[in-house]
């Protein structure tokens, strides 16, 4: 046991429930009444890419991480090519 | 004026029922006349909670579907006359609900009670939104736990938009109602503190409620913990919650049970 979770154990975890509910409440707020801005991005992401590859929609995976000051979109698809396969990477 | 209450969380197992119980009684105690309703159909518990399982005949849904009249399904409390329960269904589907049915029922109690207290079901699908629909004030039941927290800060949104007063642009009164609070738990900081839920939340704070195994013992006897230990820590917690409810002003304390010495835990251990 380093020294910082020494400490933090002794300071208990409820000012880390604290903070965890009010970063998320901050973003679940935000979102309501809007429709699930994950899905909308995924289905335009997808789209535009399906208009010059063929995208196989069982091959994409669609992380989201939201933090303090940003958040991030991951979309990782895998394409069909000639060759073999290759792999699209977005991040933003 | 009767006043519509509903007693709502979102997350199951907080209390919602215990409280509805606690409540009802401690306002029908008061000399207010009172009718619990259990909108948990299909999983009522209500009845059990307050000692009135075995005398179930008619329920809110039979008073939905017109099969029963509401003065034959009103169960009077044998302990406290101006007490009364309408029991949910236990066979039927919760889609026997209409929203029309329930605003009718409503409104017939409300003609005949000083409260109308629905106990809503966990959850936010239909039993739960209809038991909230016609509601004047807004009881959240919270356990200072994370999931519990954002299952209420869910539910508040629903109440400010879902809810009758808030289509018609109302104001729809809420309390919060913080239950399974432990002191010791709160001071080692293992606990989310109550400033810190009602900062979160931002409604205003009805009572904490300690846990205590006064509550257990309440429904184990199926009587409400007002009734059976109105001078536990949780049955005055709950009187003084019920008198807020009723505009006074009482000071906010976390009751805590008065620890026996050594002797007389000896002393009733041999009792």
């Known amino acids: ?92 | 004026m009767a006043k519509v209450l509903v007693v709502t969380s979102g997350k199951g197992g907080v209390g919602k029922t215990t409280s509805t119980a606690a409540l009802g009684a401690a306002l029908a105690q008061s000399g207010q006349s009172v009718v619990v309703i259990d909108f948990d159909v299909g999983l009522r518990n209500l009845d059990l909670v307050l000692g009135a399982e075995r005398r179930v005949v008619y329920d809110l849904i039979n008073v939905v579907q017109g099969e029963a009249k509401l003065s034959q399904a009103l169960i009077r409390d044998k302990r406290v006359e101006t007490l009364s329960l309408l029991a949910a269904s236990q066979t039927r589907d919760k889609d026997a609900l209409t929203e029309e049915g329930v605003g009718r029922i409503i409104a017939e109690l409300r003609e005949k009670f000083d409260w109308v207290i629905c106990d809503s079901p966990a959850g936010i699908e239909r039993g739960a939104a209809l038991a909230m629909r016609f509601a004047d004030v807004a009881v959240v039941v919270t356990n200072p736990e994370v999931s519990s927290v954002r299952d209420s800060d869910r539910i508040i949104g629903l109440l400010d938009s879902k809810t009758l007063r808030a289509e018609n642009g109302e104001r729809m009164e809420k309390h919060l109602l913080i239950t399974r609070f432990d002191p010791a738990r709160e001071m080692r900081g293992e606990m989310l503190k109550t400033e810190d839920v009602l900062e979160i939340l931002s409604i205003p704070l009805l009572g904490v409620i300690p846990e205590s195994e006064e509550v257990l013992r309440a429904s184990n006897v199926g009587s409400p913990v007002t009734l059976n230990a109105p001078t536990s820590a949780p049955g005055r917690a709950y009187m003084d919650a019920a008198k807020r409810l009723k505009g006074e002003v009482v000071a906010m304390t976390v009751p805590t049970e008065r620890r026996a010495g050594l002797f007389s835990k000896i002393f009733r251990r041999a009792a």
């Open chain 1, 1 to 92: 046991m380093n020294l910082l979770s020494f400490f933090q154990r002794r300071r208990g975890s409820a000012p880390i429930a604290r903070d965890r509910l009010q970063m998320l409440l901050a973003h679940e707020r935000a979102a309501l009444g809007q429709r699930d801005l994950v899905a909308v991005l995924r289905e335009e992401i997808l789209a535009v890419i399906a208009k010059h590859v063929r995208v196989d929609q069982d091959k994409v995976r669609v992380k989201m991480d939201r933090r303090n000051a940003i958040s991030t979109l991951e979309v990782d698809i895998e394409i069909e090519t000639g060759t073999g396969q290759t792999r699209l990477a977005l991040a933003g």
